[in-house]
């Protein structure tokens, strides 16, 4: 008989941001192992990545996989082409906004699923967000749900063990100036975080991902290193 490992433990998926950083210090308060993911999915920059790395390094995860994805020409999305023009400002908006990248959390998601039950892990940790965020749809409670239940019914574990792997997303509630104040708590290195969409030496302080994370600061009173601090390398 194939004995399999009891099933403890998460993965975080850790793009390099400040909402998968905190998640990610979140998993290592609840659980352990905790082993990370990263993806190169066709990003118009790999500035993230570095900081996936370094925040990898400085919380010593179990493992941090840095996987590429080459599917940005079948995901189209302001995100995965340069050539588009990266939106700026969310008042009024009431459509889905040009950096969606269709099924991006489902494509990551499953990935992660077939990495925690070949390696007995239990939990998917992610900084998901449903009140400041880009109003992706992939971004809601009810997805997450619903990709729980997919989970159980799709994998061998779900099938024969009773497997039932849990999605958390302890960011999914909180507004950006909470995600801010949360990690100040859990001492998370914002200076290790990135979050500009357009990538370079420093935020460009114009694209939604950079007015987010301004306004998280500012709501939470709390100055943000990458206005001071070197690059990270």
């Not at 066709?42 to 994805?69: F, I, K, M, N």
């Amino acid at each position: 008989m194939i004995r399999r490992p009891a099933h403890r433990g998460a993965v975080v998926l850790l793009s390099g941001g400040m909402d998968s950083a905190t998640a990610l210090a979140i998993a290592l308060r609840e659980t352990r192992p905790v082993h990370a993911l990263t993806f190169l999915y066709g990003q118009r920059h790999r500035r993230e990545v570095r900081s996936a790395r370094a925040l990898a390094r400085h919380y010593a995860v179990a493992a941090h996989e840095v996987v590429r994805l080459p599917v940005a020409g079948l995901l189209p999305s302001a995100l995965t082409d340069p050539h588009r023009q990266l939106p700026a400002g969310r008042e009024g908006r009431t459509t889905i906004p040009a950096t969606y990248v269709p099924a991006r959390n489902t494509v990551l998601l499953s990935l992660a699923l077939g990495y925690a039950e070949s390696r007995g892990l239990d939990r998917i940790y992610l900084g998901a967000n449903a009140i400041d965020y880009s109003g992706y749809p992939d971004c809601r409670p009810e997805y997450f749900r619903a990709f729980e239940r997919l989970a159980a019914l799709a994998t061998r574990e779900g099938v024969e063990q009773g497997w039932r792997p849990r999605v958390v997303t302890p960011l999914l509630r909180k507004s950006k100036g909470d995600i801010v104040r949360l990690g100040e708590r859990l001492k998370v290195p914002w200076g290790l975080t990135w979050a500009c969409y357009a990538g370079g030496a420093r935020p460009c302080g114009r694209c939604d991902a950079c007015r987010l994370r301004a306004k998280g600061f500012a709501d939470a009173g709390v100055a943000d290193p990458l206005t001071s601090a070197r690059p990270v390398r």
